[in-house]
């Protein structure tokens, strides 16, 4: 955690020299997300429900997705560029340092745009949501698991590069594909769409967490999602070994101060 918190440290101080391109990418992202918010407040006010939703829940899960993404990102920023990193070579540097390498590329870098869905999520619970101190308590649980499960899945489509090189284009559908269902009520899907949402795209874990954690406080639930996270960090953390076994240096000639 030490790593990991001087990391951020220099990640925001280096962002904050371009401190109003800073503020502009992280209000750009507040506004965005604020837009499909208000996408939603709006079908509420003709539709009280959406598979046994309420306004409540879907605010919840947009709170939970954004904060969870943004907690991922901002800590985890290479987690979005680790497949260029890997097939162009730019593993090299992180190889000849004494951190476990897999942590070190990821947190080598902060998305600033990460703060904006972090920000976001806050001000959408606090203001929107009604918290308690039980609901805040697993909110920020429900965020953290949403965190992990976020970036484990993206280093495991953006280890792809390992075995199948530019493998940009295969990554980003994946990540998109997973915030995009990820902010849709778990109960619209049905069939073979939602056991996938809660297989091979995990998304199900993290739009299912207004429910699961905020309304009903289910255990078997809570013990899912987190076995769900923990499996994934795993299996996240073994692919980019393997994945490591069949590098090729890029034979680069870098230098990180």
Not at 114 to 130: E, K, M, P
Request: proline share 3%; net charge positive.
């Amino acid at each position: 955690m030490r790593f990991i918190l001087a990391y951020l440290r220099a990640n925001l101080a280096m962002e904050m020299e371009y401190r109003a391109a800073f503020l502009t990418q992280v209000l750009s992202m507040f506004i965005n997300d604020g837009m499909w918010v208000a996408f939603w407040v709006l079908y509420f006010t003709r539709f009280p429900v959406v598979a046994g939703w309420g306004k409540t829940d879907v605010l919840a899960l947009w709170a939970i997705t954004a904060t969870g993404y943004g907690i991922a990102v901002g800590l985890f920023g290479n987690a979005l560029r680790l497949s260029r990193i890997i097939y162009t070579g730019g593993l090299d540097v992180y190889l000849t340092q004494p951190k476990n390498v897999l942590l070190h590329v990821l947190v080598s870098r902060t998305q600033a745009s990460a703060w904006g869905d972090v920000l976001f999520g806050l001000v959408v619970f606090v203001w929107l949501c009604d918290p308690t101190w039980a609901s805040t308590g697993l909110f920020l649980l429900g965020s953290l698991l949403a965190a992990v499960i976020i970036a484990a899945f993206f280093t495991l489509a953006q280890s792809l590069a390992f075995f199948i090189g530019n493998a940009d284009t295969a990554a980003d559908q994946l990540v998109n594909a997973l915030i995009h269902f990820a902010t849709y009520p778990t109960d619209i899907f049905r069939g073979l769409t939602k056991v996938l949402l809660f297989t091979a795209l995990p998304a199900g874990f993290i739009s299912y967490m207004p429910v699961g954690l905020m309304r009903e406080a289910d255990p078997i639930f809570i013990a899912g999602a987190t076995g769900a996270a923990a499996t994934l960090a795993t299996a996240a953390i073994l692919v980019f070994r393997a994945g490591l076994r069949r590098y090729e240096s890029g034979n680069l000639i870098t230098t990180r101060l």
